[in-house]
């Protein structure tokens, strides 16, 4: 999602499109897929690592918060530091790291060593999930960047609402290590399927940090990123917890969390869906109605949450809220800046990793200091600011034209 190098359009558009084509597109987005997911996997096992390493729940919380946060820096600092080489190398480096600290996390025997292998899976997910936009438009002609996009994009849509909740079955039929072990076993049929599918990919052009903190000088990209800050900020500090929030509000048994995880997974796929044909037509619309719907299940879970019926709809009307919130932020960003798309998705992406971490820390100092039900109005307040946010982007879009 960075701003790596452009397709040479001219002489890509009298190509044709073979199937290993297509099929390297597919493999950029498993890859991301994986990344992806082992940034959020510990999120629904929470309490079992907790129970198994006998440290907090807030604690615990750490394993989200510290890769996010390394994601957040990887996502600028690798594009950056790569320079010219050749991308498809970089891509199987950042792959086999996500193998290695998945494998780490199997063998972890305390928390300390388990936070060291999240450090590593931190800048695997900033660095792949930087590029992997950018390497999917070089492997197709022009009239399909478009498709080529969406499906790089949507490996890592796929992870916030499927890669967690199956991570989470699995942890629960299993064990918490066996998750782990099982997305490494996954990480090497991608790093496979990567070294027989792409090409050679030496970088045409290297990003600049100059550019992306001169972005901050326009008032309509600070709103977009503003937005994308608020939403994915709000819905981490509470989904980060939402095994506890399911056991404590809702009474489930913990091998019902994965279950239940998946049915937000595939809500999630139902609001990605609708909310790219509603961003075509009004992205501000859509990206207003995506946090209203996610603040109000926050604010109401604490007080529906107890009844089982009620907790199965909120929580299905909560994942269909956050998979409306990459394409919608991310359409909103080219919105703001259509002419400078790129530069500003980089940006996005370090915004969104840092959102995560910060989301995840918050939300562990509250359910350590309070309560799972304070987190949840703690992510309703924050999700509710993205009106004010999204309001003031569409004024200074008003202003500049």
Same mark, same amino acid.
């Given at each position: 999602?960075?701003?790596?190098?452009?397709?040479?359009?001219?002489?890509?558009?009298?190509?044709?499109?073979?199937?290993?084509?297509?099929?390297?597109?597919?493999?950029?987005?498993?890859?991301?897929?994986?990344?992806?997911?082992?940034?959020?996997?510990?999120?629904?096992?929470?309490?079992?690592?907790?129970?198994?390493?006998?440290?907090?729940?807030?604690?615990?919380?750490?394993?989200?918060?510290?890769?996010?946060?390394?994601?957040?820096?990887?996502?600028?600092?690798?594009?950056?530091?790569?320079?010219?080489?050749?991308?498809?190398?970089?891509?199987?480096?950042?792959? $086999?790291?996500?193998?290695?600290?998945?494998?780490?996390?199997?063998?972890?025997?305390?928390?300390?060593?388990?936070?060291?292998?999240?450090?590593?899976?931190?800048?695997?997910?900033?660095?792949?999930?930087?590029?992997?936009? /950018?390497? @999917?438009?070089?492997?197709?002609?022009?009239?399909?960047?478009?498709?080529?996009?969406?499906?790089?994009?949507?490996?890592? $849509?796929?992870?916030?609402?499927?890669?967690?909740?199956?991570?989470?079955?699995?942890?629960?039929?299993?064990?918490?290590?066996?998750?782990?072990?099982?997305?490494?076993?996954?990480?090497?049929?991608?790093?496979?399927?990567?070294?027989?599918?792409?090409?050679?990919?030496?970088?045409?052009?290297?990003?600049?940090?100059?550019?992306?903190? #001169?972005?901050?000088?326009?008032?309509?990209?600070?709103?977009?990123?503003?937005?994308?800050?608020?939403?994915?900020?709000?819905?981490?500090?509470?989904?980060?917890?939402?095994?506890?929030?399911?056991?404590?509000?809702?009474?489930?048994?913990?091998?019902?969390?994965?279950?239940?995880?998946?049915?937000?997974?595939?809500?999630?796929?139902?609001?990605?869906?609708?909310? #790219?044909?509603?961003?075509?037509?009004?992205?501000?619309?859509?990206?207003?109605?995506?946090?209203?719907?996610?603040?109000?299940?926050?604010?109401?879970?604490?007080?529906?949450?107890?009844?089982?019926?009620?907790?199965?709809?909120?929580?299905?009307?909560?994942?269909?809220?956050?998979?409306?919130?990459?394409?919608?932020?991310?359409?909103?960003?080219?919105?703001?800046?259509?002419?400078? $798309?790129?530069? @500003?998705?980089?940006?996005?992406?370090?915004?969104?990793?840092?959102?995560?971490?910060?989301?995840?820390?918050?939300?562990?100092?509250?359910?350590?200091?309070?309560?799972?039900?304070?987190?949840?109005?703690?992510?309703?307040?924050?999700?509710?600011?993205?009106?004010?946010?999204?309001?003031?982007?569409?004024? /200074?879009?008003?202003?500049?034209?």
């Amino acid at each position: 999602m960075s701003p790596v190098e452009s397709p040479s359009r001219a002489g890509a558009a009298a190509e044709r499109v073979t199937l290993k084509n297509w099929l390297a597109v597919i493999a950029v987005a498993v890859g991301t897929f994986l990344v992806v997911t082992a940034e959020q996997l510990p999120v629904g096992l929470l309490t079992s690592i907790g129970g198994d390493l006998r440290i907090s729940e807030g604690t615990a919380g750490l394993m989200v918060t510290v890769p996010g946060l390394v994601a957040s820096a990887s996502a600028l600092l690798v594009p950056v530091a790569i320079g010219r080489m050749d991308r498809r190398k970089v891509l199987l480096g950042l792959i $086999t790291l996500m193998v290695a600290a998945n494998v780490l996390s199997f063998l972890a025997s305390g928390f300390v060593p388990l936070l060291v292998a999240r450090f590593l899976v931190g800048i695997s997910i900033g660095g792949f999930w930087a590029l992997a936009a /950018g390497i @999917a438009v070089r492997l197709v002609p022009g009239e399909h960047v478009a498709r080529a996009t969406a499906i790089a994009f949507g490996g890592a $849509t796929a992870a916030n609402v499927l890669g967690v909740p199956a991570g989470t079955l699995i942890g629960g039929l299993t064990d918490w290590r066996i998750a782990f072990i099982t997305l490494a076993g996954l990480g090497v049929l991608a790093v496979a399927a990567l070294f027989l599918l792409l090409p050679n990919l030496p970088a045409h052009q290297s990003l600049r940090v100059r550019t992306l903190v #001169g972005l901050f000088g326009d008032r309509v990209v600070r709103a977009a990123i503003l937005t994308t800050f608020l939403l994915v900020m709000g819905h981490m500090a509470a989904y980060t917890f939402i095994s506890p929030i399911l056991q404590e509000i809702s009474g489930l048994d913990a091998e019902l969390i994965g279950p239940m995880l998946l049915g937000f997974g595939a809500a999630g796929i139902a609001g990605t869906a609708l909310a #790219g044909g509603a961003a075509g037509r009004n992205v501000y619309a859509t990206v207003i109605g995506g946090g209203v719907l996610l603040t109000a299940v926050l604010a109401l879970f604490p007080l529906a949450g107890g009844n089982l019926a009620a907790a199965i709809v909120l929580l299905l009307l909560w994942g269909a809220a956050f998979g409306a919130v990459p394409v919608g932020v991310q359409m909103l960003i080219f919105k703001a800046a259509p002419d400078r $798309t790129e530069a @500003a998705t980089a940006l996005n992406t370090v915004v969104f990793n840092l959102a995560i971490a910060l989301g995840a820390l918050v939300g562990g100092l509250i359910v350590d200091a309070a309560s799972t039900t304070a987190v949840l109005w703690v992510g309703a307040a924050l999700t509710v600011l993205t009106v004010l946010s999204v309001w003031s982007a569409k004024k /200074g879009e008003v202003a500049r034209s």
